[in-house]
């Protein structure tokens, strides 16, 4: 049992797919599929505009120069390391804050605390689904003259009041990689409000060619083809029914994990709206395992969880020197980072597959008191 397992459509739609490309003979380059896939998911996602791109990390860099940032951006420790080595490849200096001890997302007063007079940008991620404090990093921003990007690698679908959460910053990524709810083996996309940005993200990711004797930017590839395009169409009819599959195997952990101490399953806020990308829990210290050793163990059931996200970004050899990345400044995440542990979530698990994993873990806290 993996922490998670790609969705997949039936091979026959993809297929049937497949032979309209290689009837048109167009494989890359805004194709037909490409920009049916762009239509579906701004209508799907409810956003203005969307540009699909490479992957996540393509999409984090794109928007970083797409709004010509350069100087500090403050961010979070615990994500995955794209986020911070996206800003590092676009010249940013990444600077660490603190996150919430409940939420998990950038602690609004630590961002303050680390504004400096060379800040742009804050690089908020909605970790695991959980959105950000939208208004207050807002707030935030607009006092200093600040940018927002928002990292919604795990969000797709997440919403706050039944609106969804990429609506908020200057731009929002999602990350389309198979090990995300809706994927095209390889992908991502960059969201935003305003249409200028979108072209010009539009013409970041293809080279800055505008037309056969214009190049008017300094671009790259970072272009989605036709044969992940097509992943992505047969893939999107599958995305609901997978998240209530995931939301049904997620109450059975958080029913059987409920009764056990030192287990504390990561709850979304009231009002939001689950993407059901990952299913947390914090092994604390009120555990007769440590983390580790429950991972350990559960390894030892051929039982695959993931401890996204340890280490913490601000842990590598090359940020780990930054004033920021001192564990001082950080404690919460430290901590956290210690606690976090991914179960197992995809549909073809089953709930069935969710109680073996509950019975391993209450065997593994029995026989460790
Ligand atoms: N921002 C955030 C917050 C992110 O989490 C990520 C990526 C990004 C940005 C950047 O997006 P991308 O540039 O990747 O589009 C995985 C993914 O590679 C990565 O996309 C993801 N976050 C990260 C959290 O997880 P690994 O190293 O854990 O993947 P891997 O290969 O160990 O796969 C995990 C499990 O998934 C496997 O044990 C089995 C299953 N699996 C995986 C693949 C690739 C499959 O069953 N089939 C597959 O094809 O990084």
Known sequence: MYVTRPVLPDLRVYMAALQGIWQRQWLTNKGQLHDALEWAL?????????????????????????????GEAVTTPLTSPATVNALTWCGLTPV?????????????????????????????VHIYGIP??????????????????????????????GEPVLKWGDAAILSFHATKLFHTAEGGAVVTQDPDLKRRIDLFKTLGIQDEI?????????????????????????????R???????????????????????????????????????????SPVSRDDVYERL????????RYFYPLCSDFSFYRDAPSANPRNLPVATR????????????????TGAHRICDIIEYVFRTTR
Request: net charge negative; hydrophobic share 45%; aromatic share 6%.
């Open 299 to 306: 390894k030892s059931f051929n039982v695959f969880a993931r």
């Open 96 to 124: 660490f804050a603190d996150i919430d001890p409940l939420e998990l997302t950038l602690d609004p007063d630590a961002v303050e605390r680390a504004i400096t007079p060379r800040t742009r940008v804050i690089v908020g």
């Open 336 to 351: 956290v980072a210690q606690e976090v542990l991914s179960l197992p979530l995809y549909s073809a698990l089953g709930t």
């Open 42 to 70: 701004c209508d799907h996602l409810r956003v203005s505009h969307l540009s699909l791109v490479s992957s996540g990390t393509a999409a984090l860099m794109l928007a970083f120069r797409a709004l010509e940032l350069s």
């Open 214 to 242: 214009t190049v008017a930017l300094p671009g790259i590839n970072a272009r989605m083809n036709e044969l992940e395009a097509a992943l992505g169409l047969a893939n999107l009819p599958l995305v609901e029914p997978e």
């Open 244 to 286: 209530r599959a995931r939301g049904e195997i997620a109450n059975v952990y958080r029913e059987r994990l409920a009764g056990l101490a030192g287990i504390d399953c990561v709850a979304v806020p009231r009002g939001v709206r689950n993407s059901q990308q990952y299913f947390m829990v914090r092994v604390t210290g009120a």
């Open 132 to 161: 950000c404090r939208i208004d207050q990093l807002q707030a935030i921003a607009d006092r200093h003259g600040l940018r927002v990007v928002y990292d919604a690698a795990h969000a797709f679908g997440t919403e706050i009041d």
